[in-house]
């Protein structure tokens, strides 16, 4: 969510960009980060910190938003039809890899 400006960009500019967001909808590296610390239990309200689902990111909705086409993955043999067909045309290009 630091970025998403970039969408309207690509689509202003109408950048030859494919762009393949990995959507697991948490803050997974600061899961690590804690159990490297020694944290065996999370509390509820540190779980929630780590949460990117209530409400949940919908990048499909959100790119296209930004006049970016997209689409919505959750397996790996769609995900390479998308990507082969997302390099090969022309502007912007947006898939979310749900994770």
């Given at each position: 969510?630091?970025?998403p400006q970039?969408?309207?960009t690509m689509?202003?500019?109408q950048?030859?960009?494919l762009a393949v967001i990995?959507?697991?909808h948490r803050y997974a590296i600061l899961e690590g980060e804690m159990a490297n610390l020694g944290f065996n239990h999370i509390g509820h309200n540190a779980q929630q910190m780590m949460s990117l689902s209530d409400p949940t990111i919908d990048w499909v909705k959100l790119a296209s938003s930004m006049g970016v086409e997209s689409a919505k993955v959750e397996s790996t043999p769609a995900l390479?039809?998308?990507v082969r067909n997302g390099i090969n045309r022309h502007g912007?290009?947006?898939i979310?890899?749900?994770l």
């Open positions: 969510m630091y970025t970039a969408l309207w689509a202003r500019e950048a030859n960009v990995c959507a697991n390479d039809d998308l912007p290009f947006v979310e890899a749900l």
